[in-house]
């Protein structure tokens, strides 16, 4: 059984920053990749980064240079530092974690832009 409980979210003004983590704990062998996605009111949940074993990474279009995401495997924990945020970023952030076969998610964290 693998957790990952999520930190950071919170109200933020346009142009601020924030900074997710997620740490992951309980069966872990080998991740595949870990990574962050996004669910706003109404919409479709989509793809905000991820970050693969190997230390490659793969952004959404409408991150466009603003989010970083990174890794610390010593701490099997993920990090997605967010700057000039925008109100239509606010939405629901979950982590994910890919082990093998398998996917895992954590509760979600709530992040609100503010105009």
């Known amino acids: 059984q693998v957790q990952l409980v999520e930190s950071g979210g919170g109200l933020v003004q346009a142009g601020g920053s924030l900074r997710l983590s997620c740490a992951a704990s309980?069966?872990?062998?080998?991740?595949?990749?870990m990574g962050w996605y996004r669910q706003a009111p109404g919409k479709q949940r989509e793809l905000v980064a991820t970050?693969?074993?190997?230390?490659?990474?793969n952004y959404g279009d409408f991150v466009k240079g603003r989010f970083t995401i990174s890794r610390d495997n010593a701490k099997n924990t993920v990090y997605l530092q967010m700057n000039s945020l925008k109100p239509e970023d606010t939405a629901v952030y979950y982590c994910?974690?890919?082990?093998?076969?398998?996917?895992?998610w954590g509760q979600g964290t709530q992040v609100t832009v503010s105009s």
């Open positions: 309980g069966s872990i062998f080998s991740i595949n990749a």
């Open positions: 994910n974690l890919i082990a093998g076969l398998l996917g895992y």
């Open positions: 970050i693969f074993s190997g230390g490659s990474t």
